[in-house]
């Protein structure tokens, strides 16, 4: 009797993973130089201009759409969890602006004669899951035979234009607040490896499974000038383009900001993504480092986050607000980890 060969771990069939996929930021902003130039018509209220993340449409004095797609190659071997994680991470896009999901479409590639019908419907059933968590259907889609295993949506979301909130509005004086821990990037590089213990891989699920619900409260706080989402740039990079986009300087307190459970730990015994590396040689120019800075916590200011927090910009006074928004929603680590300095020719991320 012919014994069928077991399938190969979905990591093992990607060059790469998760956030960790995406493009360094300064290729990126290469590659997307002609794409400034076209015109933009009067309804697109927010395009490529300040790296946000997700284009918005208004469609009347009340209504805007807010449209974004997100997806990549696996971050775990387990298929369910893989849909689960990458369909939060593109929807994390919709809440950031502060709008509030309507549909997804979703985004599949798959190597067809490599991996079982089974296990292909699992990872599109961990998607539907947190769609039917996040109370949106998945609408349709695209499917193509792939050599390494992609999925992820296109999400879609309404917003009142007068509650849309940009990365690129902070204000002087504001605070930051981080939703998420960081260190998503650093447990994946241990699990591809073997070295990421049970505790450890839960701990990464909950936090990449934890969808920024929070956001459209947090946009209806008057209070709340800027949100964007932590997710491939690392926190250093995600940060930068609010800094930019703002034209001032932002100051982290880096003994505030929340990292993962055993994170310096496995910096230390080196796992670390190449995504890190590639996100520091783009945007060190733009970050300030504090003497004794060391490399391993560099390479968690640079770490991919998938499906990462939301980085919020508040005056101090809606602080109270903006804390009670995330634990409404179950955000218990949310941690104020710096603020908005004043307006300056040359913005950067100053960490202290």
């Not at 204000?171 to 994946?188: I, N, R, Y």
């Not at 993504?273 to 916590?297: C, E, H, I, K, M």
């Not at 101090?316 to 928004?325: G, I, S, T």
Request: glycine fraction near 12%.
């Amino acid at each position: 009797m012919t014994q069928t060969a077991p399938e190969p771990r979905l990591t093992s069939l990607a060059h790469g993973g998760g956030c960790g996929c995406k493009i360094a930021p300064g290729v990126l902003s290469g590659l997307l130089r002609g794409s400034a130039a076209l015109p933009v018509p009067p309804e697109l209220l927010v395009g490529i201009e300040t790296s946000d993340d997700a284009a918005v449409w208004r469609l009347n004095d009340t209504q805007a759409l807010v449209a974004t797609t997100d997806f990549f190659m696996p971050v775990v071997d387990d298929p369910y969890d893989f849909g689960r994680i990458a369909a939060t991470n593109a929807i994390s896009d919709v809440y950031a602006m502060g709008a509030t999901p309507i549909l997804a479409l979703a985004v599949v590639g798959m190597p067809i004669n490599v991996l079982s019908p089974e296990t292909i419907a699992r990872v599109l059933d961990g998607g539907a899951s947190i769609c039917r968590e996040a109370g949106i259907p998945i609408a349709g889609g695209h499917t193509i035979d792939s050599v390494e295993p992609i999925y992820g949506l296109v999400a879609l979301g309404l917003i009142d234009p007068a509650l849309l909130k940009r990365n690129a509005d902070a204000q002087p004086g504001d605070l930051l607040v981080l939703g998420k821990p960081l260190g998503v990037g650093v447990m994946s590089a241990a699990l591809k490896k073997g070295a990421l213990d049970a505790d450890g891989y839960a701990r990464m699920i909950e936090v990449t499974t934890l969808l920024n619900r929070p956001g459209p409260d947090l946009a209806a706080i008057p209070g709340v000038h800027a949100m964007t989402d932590v997710t491939g740039f690392g926190l250093g990079g995600h940060a930068l383009e609010m800094a930019r986009g703002s034209g001032c300087d932002l100051s982290i307190d880096w003994s505030a900001v929340p990292r993962l459970p055993g994170i310096d730990a496995l910096i230390a015994a080196g796992h670390m993504t190449g995504a890190s590396s590639r996100n520091w040689a783009s945007y060190s120019d733009g970050v300030a480092l504090p003497q004794g800075f060391g490399d391993n916590a560099r390479a968690l200011l640079s770490d991919p986050q998938t499906s990462g927090g939301l980085l919020v910009a508040c005056a101090p006074q809606a602080l109270d607000q903006v804390r009670a928004a995330f634990a409404r929603h179950g955000f218990g680590s949310a941690a104020v980890i710096g603020e908005v300095g004043p307006q300056t020719a040359a913005p950067r991320v100053v960490i202290r």
